[in-house]
């Protein structure tokens, strides 16, 4: 079982497998519109641009379950975050990322990669580095900026 055995609803609607990021080093990150951590959305959208063409995505899910700071549609989050913080990677349908209606795909996410004091994701922008085999690597917190995960993508694009 890896990352790549799962489907996710794209924010416009498409089941895609993600057996599709097969070869690529992929960061997974639950998002919010209106957390104080929003702003992380522009080094998101930096790490995209910078290592995009060298075999890295982001895939971005939406999540609405931490003080409701995701409240729109998915419309309304894809036009947002376009207009906001240009982005253009691949962003899916809001999910639940923890509990009983929580996404397969981050069900296996927290199992892989526990959390400092429990595997259950605690907030907004919690991120997942995957490797190209679709393997958790590393789980990185909410507080870390996306700016600090260069060395641990470049490491792995370089394997």
């Avoid at 957390?35 to 641009?49: A, H, M, N, S, V």
């Avoid at 069900?107 to 990669?113: D, G, I, M, N, S």
Wanted: charged share 20%.
């Amino acid at each position: 079982m890896t990352v790549h055995n799962f489907h996710a609803t794209t924010i416009d609607g498409e089941n895609e497998s993600l057996a599709d990021y097969e070869g690529k080093v992929l960061l997974i990150v639950n998002t919010a519109s209106e957390c104080g951590f929003t702003p992380q959305l522009d080094g998101l959208q930096k790490l995209y641009d910078d290592y995009k063409d060298k075999g890295f995505t982001v895939l971005g899910f939406p999540c609405n379950q931490f003080h409701q700071q995701d409240p729109g549609s998915n419309e309304e989050i894809s036009s947002f975050c376009q207009q906001h913080y240009g982005v253009t990677f691949p962003m899916f349908s809001k999910i639940d990322v923890k509990g009983s209606n929580a996404h397969p795909l981050f069900v296996y996410l927290t199992k892989q990669a526990k959390g400092i004091v429990t595997k259950q994701i605690k907030w907004n922008f919690t991120k997942f580095l995957v490797d190209q085999n679709g393997g958790v690597v590393k789980r990185f917190a909410p507080q870390t900026k996306p700016e600090k995960l260069n060395q641990d993508i470049e490491r792995l694009l370089h394997t």
